[in-house]
């Protein structure tokens, strides 16, 4: 039998909508709200932490070298009750991987998990991109409402994107015109799709109409459970993301521990949970392309459609080396994010931006509170150690007034920065109940940017210029 393009989009098309209607298990199975008491936000972690627990998936191997297919070690681990599909040391490349429940996808030492370059190996499921649902090239490792998944190990996995492959997609990838191709000579390929996608979700065009992939250019993540519960990224060392490296999405229970992102393409931020609940991030090492961790909860009207925030979230004892952000909360965040703790993480690059990011405008909209961290040593950031900003890409202007409220900061000390804080709220959003207290701003260049309504305490904060320029250097 011959099938046919339109076979293809007629069948996804129906499995779309059944997508799309399908409870979201993650979300029905959920625990309590957490309470968080403002006075004293720390003593809530420990009852968080109890909430996040291993996925459970028996201790038996499914080694690939056994199988045709890693997809047939996939689905013999699965009919068996579940185990672990362990890519062996040694040198393999494959097209996207779907996982299945109970099903741990383990990397060991000494082997490397090449992804292909050529699209066609990743068909179309449901996905979101820049916080937005639509039916697109499939993440390169995926799970869809499944239960205990897991992708461990100590060895490698390579997206293989770069200058050739999956990056031009987004026009020149270096310098700041990613907006047009690489020879400056038209679009970038990604623009037209991303326009439209961005359109279609404002109309309330159905998610199965939203139909991408072959013959268009919005680029797969890397790793992205949907709607799952219980899930582990531990371990793994991760190359050339062709966008978004990890990206838990409408999941509760996320466990990112130990990974290493090495990844400086375009939007090739480090780890994105969006609309997720029960989240731990720990002992990781981020030198990425864009954002280091973002928090993420939905892009406008599909945002305020799905009406999901990102909540209870730990990020501990991560290393930031390269990016935009090192801990980034937006800027598609029209769902919200809440509960959120910080500690014990370091950041040092002159490429490196912001420490704590807020990022949000007039057309995402959407709550961002309770806000906590403490503990964060900082070498030299480019712009400031702490930015919020509501004036965030303001080309275009919104009725969803945004919201801050809520974000306390202790024992931050930072060596270098152009400003020690940088908040740009708007008159009619004010930025609420901002507490810094026994920190260090040292090197600033420029003193602190603060604009439109924002309450803002410091405590006990030292604020240190920098040096002048000697005799013949600029700053």
């Known amino acids: 039998m011959t099938i046919n393009r339109r076979d293809i989009v007629r069948n996804v098309l129906l499995a779309g909508a059944g997508l799309a209607l399908t409870p979201r298990v993650a979300w029905s199975q959920s625990p309590a709200p957490l309470n968080v008491d403002l006075k004293d936000p720390w003593a809530s972690l420990p009852d968080l932490l109890a909430r996040i627990t291993p996925p459970r998936i028996p201790r038996r191997d499914f080694v690939i070298t056994?199988?045709?297919?890693?997809?047939?070690?996939?689905?013999?681990?699965?009919?068996?009750?579940?185990?672990?599909?362990?890519?062996?040391?040694?040198?393999?490349?494959?097209?996207?991987?779907?996982?299945?429940?109970?099903?741990?996808?383990?990397?060991?030492?000494?082997?490397?998990?090449?992804?292909?370059?050529?699209?066609?190996?990743?068909?179309?499921?449901?996905?979101?991109?820049?916080?937005?649902?639509?039916?697109?090239?499939?993440?390169?490792?995926?799970?869809?409402?499944?239960?205990?998944?897991?992708?461990?190990?100590?060895?490698?996995?390579?997206?293989?994107?770069?200058?050739?492959?999956?990056?031009?997609?987004?026009?020149?990838t270096t310098g700041k015109?990613?907006?047009?191709?690489?020879?400056?000579?038209?679009?970038?390929?990604?623009?037209?799709?991303?326009?439209?996608?961005?359109?279609?979700?404002?109309?309330?065009?159905?998610?199965?109409?939203?139909?991408?992939?072959?013959?268009?250019?919005?680029?797969?993540?890397?790793?992205?459970?949907?709607?799952?519960?219980?899930?582990?990224?531990?371990?793994?060392?991760?190359?050339?993301?062709?966008?978004?490296?990890?990206?838990?999405?409408?999941?509760?229970?996320?466990?990112?521990?130990?990974?290493?992102?090495?990844?400086?393409?375009?939007?090739?931020?480090?780890?994105?949970?969006?609309?997720?609940?029960?989240?731990?991030?720990?002992?990781?090492?981020?030198?990425?392309?864009d954002d280091c961790i973002a928090l993420k909860s939905g892009r406008n009207g599909d945002g305020r459609r799905l009406h999901t925030p990102v909540e209870n979230v730990i990020i501990r004892n991560c290393e930031m080396k390269d990016g935009h952000g090192g801990i980034t909360v937006g800027s598609e965040i029209t769902g919200g994010a809440r509960n959120v703790f910080a500690e014990k993480c370091k950041l040092d690059s002159e490429n490196l931006e912001r420490a704590l990011r807020f990022k949000t405008n007039t057309l995402r909209g959407g709550i961002i509170e309770n806000v906590f961290v403490r503990d964060i040593e900082i070498g030299t950031v480019n712009l400031a150690p702490i930015e919020i900003d509501l004036r965030y890409e303001p080309r275009d202007s919104g009725p969803f007034v945004p919201e801050v409220r809520n974000v306390l900061v202790e024992r931050m000390r930072s060596k270098q920065s152009k400003h020690a804080l940088y908040i740009r709220g708007l008159e009619q959003a004010p930025v609420r109940n901002i507490v810094v207290r026994d920190s260090e701003f040292r090197g600033v260049a420029q003193g602190h940017v603060i604009e439109g309504a924002v309450d803002l305490t410091l405590e006990r904060v030292i604020t240190e210029a920098a040096p002048p320029p000697a005799k013949g250097e600029t700053k």
């Open 66 to 172: 056994k199988y045709k297919t890693i997809s047939k070690a996939i689905e013999a681990a699965h009919k068996a009750g579940g185990g672990r599909v362990v890519v062996p040391e040694g040198d393999y490349e494959t097209g996207a991987i779907h996982l299945k429940s109970r099903v741990e996808l383990h990397v060991a030492a000494g082997a490397t998990l090449r992804f292909s370059r050529d699209p066609s190996k990743y068909p179309l499921v449901l996905t979101r991109w820049e916080g937005v649902e639509l039916m697109n090239y499939s993440p390169l490792i995926y799970a869809f409402e499944c239960e205990d998944v897991a992708v461990t190990g100590e060895g490698t996995l390579d997206g293989q994107a770069d200058e050739e492959h999956w990056w031009p997609w987004k026009g020149v």
């Open 177 to 289: 015109r990613a907006d047009v191709t690489k020879n400056n000579e038209g679009p970038a390929p990604q623009l037209a799709d991303r326009n439209q996608l961005f359109q279609q979700a404002e109309n309330g065009v159905p998610v199965a109409q939203r139909v991408y992939g072959p013959g268009h250019f919005l680029r797969p993540s890397f790793i992205e459970p949907y709607r799952c519960t219980n899930v582990l990224i531990e371990g793994v060392t991760l190359l050339n993301a062709p966008f978004w490296v990890t990206h838990p999405t409408l999941c509760t229970n996320v466990t990112v521990r130990g990974i290493k992102v090495n990844s400086h393409g375009p939007n090739n931020d480090g780890c994105d949970p969006e609309s997720c609940r029960d989240v731990l991030i720990e002992d990781c090492v981020f030198d990425t392309g």
